[in-house]
T-cell receptor
Framework: ETGVTQSPTHLIKTRGQQVTLRCSSQ?????VSWYQQALGQGPQFIFQ???????GRGNFPPRFSGLQFPNYSSELNVNALELDDSALYLC?????????????FGPGTRLLVL | SQQGEEDPQALSIQEGENATMNCSYK?????LQWYRQNSGRGLVHLILIRSNEREKHSGRLRVTLDTSKKSSSLLITASRAADTASYFCATDGSYYGQNFVFGPGTRLSVLP
């Protein structure tokens, strides 16, 4: 087990709705990254937070937003859901001290948009 | 576009055989990591190899890195049915804060 948890495990929403996914990082980890994984594909980087500030963003529109809190938890918010947002959403936490780090992944939240 | 590309896309072998998966990438890296994913669940970190390393071992896993060819290979020896999973390589950039870039993965099936 990686010590990273995510909630909920599964979620069904309809197009146009908003969703909040949650992640609890490993204690002491200062960085959290979020990924979207479509069926049969590799994870795609959404964004990364370091010490509660966004520290890099992938090719995702602004309706994907996030927060990182001092208690090692974080959120991914998606507004105006589209059918293509249906995917497995993974968070990964790491301790960045400069340079190389290993990311520890949670089990993911599977989102279905109807 | 994805940085890493695994090859083959799918691999089916018998228990006890060795499995080799390859990964190619496009830009300079600090390190390359291999992850395993079982049935659409979370990714499990297997091994990290730094850009100044050429080979690394961990149990039944052997990873090589050739930065001149921008490629890496993952060898699983004496495979078991429990090794059935998707395997991904992930590269990070050459400066702090650059995100991990994953390839599409190799789906390995180990038949009993």
């Amino acid at each position: 087990e990686t010590g990273v948890t995510q909630s909920p495990t599964h979620l069904i929403k309809t197009r146009g709705q908003q969703v909040t996914l949650r992640c609890s990082s490993q204690s002491g980890h200062n960085t959290v990254s979020w990924y979207q994984q479509a069926l049969g594909q590799g994870p795609q980087f959404i964004f990364q937070y370091y010490r509660e500030e966004e520290n890099g963003r992938g090719n995702f529109p602004p309706r994907f937003s996030g927060l990182q809190f001092p208690n090692y938890s974080s959120e991914l918010n998606v507004n105006a859901l589209e059918l293509d947002d249906s995917a497995l959403y993974l968070c990964a936490s790491s301790l960045v001290l400069g340079g190389t780090e290993t990311q520890y992944f949670g089990p993911g939240t599977r989102l279905l948009v109807l | 576009s994805q940085q890493g590309e695994e090859d083959p896309q799918a691999l089916s072998i018998q228990e006890g055989e060795n499995a080799t998966m390859n990964c190619s990438y496009k830009t300079s890296i600090n390190n390359l990591q291999w992850y395993r994913q079982n049935s659409g669940r979370g990714l499990v970190h297997l091994i990290l190899i730094r850009s100044n390393e050429r080979e690394k071992h961990s149990g039944r896993l052997r990873v090589t890195l050739d930065t001149s060819k921008k490629s890496s290979s993952l060898l699983i020896t004496a495979s078991r049915a429990a090794d059935t999973a998707s395997y991904f390589c992930a590269t990070d950039g050459s400066y702090y804060g650059q995100n991990f870039v994953f390839g599409p993965g190799t789906r390995l099936s180990v038949l009993p």
